[in-house]
Nanobody, 116 residues
């Protein structure tokens, strides 16, 4: 059973930064494209960013392009999301998961709250 553990969320003021981390208990983690998603109450889970297995290709939602950076460390089975210039619209629970395959069991997510 794959486990995903997200961390790094918190409360910040607009314009602030956070770095999210996700560790996966998946022995072949390095072959999967990974993604960060977020969910706000009453909305569908939204794709935020994805990164290819070897980190050569990264893609971002229009809403975070230029502010967020996704990265990974296959040696640590980890994927990261550096979030800068945060706005209140970024407030959500953030999750990581594999991308374009049957999703692994979702982790608990990490709450990000952006408010004055």
């Amino acid at each position: 059973q794959v486990q995903l553990v997200e961390s790094g969320g918190g409360s910040v003021q607009p314009g602030g930064s956070l770095r999210l981390s996700c560790v996966a208990s998946k022995s072949d983690f390095s072959i999967y494209r990974m993604a960060w998603y977020r969910r706000t109450p009453g909305k569908e889970r939204e794709l935020v960013a994805s990164i290819s297995a070897g980190s050569a290709n990264r893609a971002y939602a229009d809403s975070v392009e230029g502010r967020f950076t996704i990265s990974r460390d296959n040696g640590k089975n980890a994927v990261y999301l550096q979030m800068d210039s945060l706005t209140p619209e970024d407030t959500a629970v953030y999750y990581c998961n594999a991308y374009r395959v049957e999703p692994w069991p979702w982790g608990q997510g990490t709450q990000v709250t952006v408010s004055p």
